[in-house]
T-cell receptor
């Protein structure tokens, strides 16, 4: 079946550091890929998405590129802020049309 | 961990009627979330339900259309009111306990004719 694997947290960074959160997937066909973010006390929000190979999703300084050859969709940001502290979820939709989530990665950014 | 029972699992409804979806969690949680997943689309947050206070709705969703109840720390309902075919979606409740793992109900697949 479909699955998403993302790096375990917590990831602790200083402000303005470079962020990478790894995400790899297994799916049939050509899934759409997503990153969601959940800030403390709030629901999930869609951060960015990519629907086909080599697409790059971007939002709020975050980027992720759909790499079919490595079945990856790593999340990156060049300079994190304290306000980026949250839990990040990688997810996919494949043929089954239901979202499959990774386990979540907590990011803590210190001033 | 958490076990979430959501019902009904699916329903076919007539235009203009209402459907109430129930979500029962096997542990006490402060916040429960209701999401909609339209066919082939990603999740959209409808509202956040806190016990003892009114639900907080996201932009594009209103209480008259999606009334929510949260009578205690283990239970919530979402009603889809005055339904139209555009409301055909999968509706999910969700909680996140301490830590990162998300827990979802099994979803309610709603078709409106």
């Amino acid at each position: 079946g479909d699955s998403v694997t993302q790096m375990e947290g917590p990831v602790t960074l200083s402000e303005e550091a470079f962020l990478t959160i790894n995400c790899t997937y297994t799916a049939t066909g050509y899934p759409s890929l997503f990153w969601y973010v959940q800030y403390p006390g709030e629901g999930l929000q869609l951060l960015l998405k990519a629907t086909k190979a080599d697409d790059k999703g971007s939002n709020k300084g975050f980027e992720a590129t759909y790499r079919k050859e490595t079945t990856s969709f790593h999340l990156e940001k060049g300079s994190v802020q304290v306000s980026d502290s949250a839990v990040y979820f990688c997810a996919l939709i494949a043929a089954g049309n239901m979202l499959t989530f990774g386990g979540g990665t907590r990011l803590m950014v210190k001033p | 961990s958490a076990v979430i029972s959501q019902k009904p699992s699916r329903d076919i409804c007539q235009r203009g009627t209402s459907l109430t979806i129930q979500c029962q969690v096997d542990s006490q949680v402060t916040m429960m979330f209701w999401y909609r997943q339209q066919p082939g689309q990603s999740l959209t947050l409808i509202a956040t339900a806190n016990q003892g206070s009114e639900a907080t709705y996201e932009s594009g969703f209103v209480i008259d259309k999606f009334p929510i109840s949260r009578p205690n720390l283990t239970f919530s309902t979402l009603t889809v009111s005055n339904m139209s075919p555009e409301d055909s979606s999968i509706y999910l409740c969700s909680v996140r306990l301490t830590g990162e793992k998300l827990f979802f109900g099994s979803g309610t697949q709603l078709s409106v004719l």
